[in-house]
């Protein structure tokens, strides 16, 4: 089946850690996203990616860090520059070089700082 | 700035106890706004996409409107699975100075329905 899988579904921090969430994709699509969610406010876009080896920052990058090596796979890193990490982590996808403009979203991690 | 406003914020219904959810939306060129469906502690769910004012799309109990300035989510006959967070989105126009078409999400309508 075709979808999106983020790992860990939990995620537990010490204060001072990095830690790094995985997002997969195997819908062959081109763009990716990262959102932070907090209770009461709407979905924060952290970074996003058009293409291979290439990203941008969201409204809330500051404290994070992303790669994009492969077309499937987009990791975030929380850094302990990240002031207040605990939150409902969302990666998602879509196909833009198709013309698709709808994002698709992956199962979730939820990051708590200790 | 663009910004999408959500209403109510939670709504409860008995069974089959139609009703409405709102998202009003300010947004210089819309490209394309979108419902998804929120369970709690899971990814949001697509469910439509809207792209021009006047166009109306359905889903089993579930009928998303589009006007110049909002979006509408009609609940006709709602069942206790229907119960979850509904989440509304736009996409500005890159014409329009949208940043790469990214997503402007409301805070979401938290419905519950009662047996």
């Known amino acids: 089946d075709g979808g999106i899988t983020q790992s860990p579904k939990y995620l537990f921090r010490k204060e001072g850690q990095n830690v790094t969430l995985s997002c997969e994709q195997n819908?062959?699509?081109?763009?990716m996203y990262w959102y932070r969610q907090d209770p009461g406010q709407g979905l924060r876009l952290i970074y996003y990616s058009q293409i291979v080896n290439d990203f941008q920052k969201g409204d809330i990058a500051e404290g994070y860090s992303v790669s994009r090596e492969k077309k499937e796979s987009f990791p975030l890193t929380v850094t302990s520059a990240q002031k207040n990490p605990t939150a409902f982590y969302l990666c998602?996808?879509?196909?833009?070089?198709?013309?698709?403009?709808?994002?698709?979203f992956g199962p979730g991690t939820r990051l708590t700082v200790l | 700035e663009d910004q999408v406003t959500q209403s109510p914020e939670a709504l409860r219904l008995q069974e089959g106890e139609s009703s409405s959810l709102n998202c009003s939306y300010t947004?210089?060129?819309?490209?394309?706004l979108f419902w998804y469906r929120q369970d709690p502690g899971k990814g949001p769910e697509f469910l439509f996409t809207?792209?021009?004012a006047g166009e109306e799309k359905e889903k089993e109990r579930l009928k998303a409107t589009l006007t110049k300035k909002e979006s509408f989510l009609h609940i006709t006959a709602p069942k206790p699975e229907d119960s979850a967070t509904y989440l509304c989105a736009v996409q500005a126009s890159i014409d329009y100075g949208g940043s790469q078409g990214n997503l402007i999400f409301g805070k979401g309508t938290k419905l519950s329905v009662k047996p």
């Open positions: 998602a996808s879509t196909n833009r070089l198709a013309g698709g403009d709808t994002q698709y």
């Open positions: 819908l062959n699509h081109d763009a």
């Open positions: 809207l792209y021009s």
């Open positions: 947004v210089s060129g819309l490209r394309g």
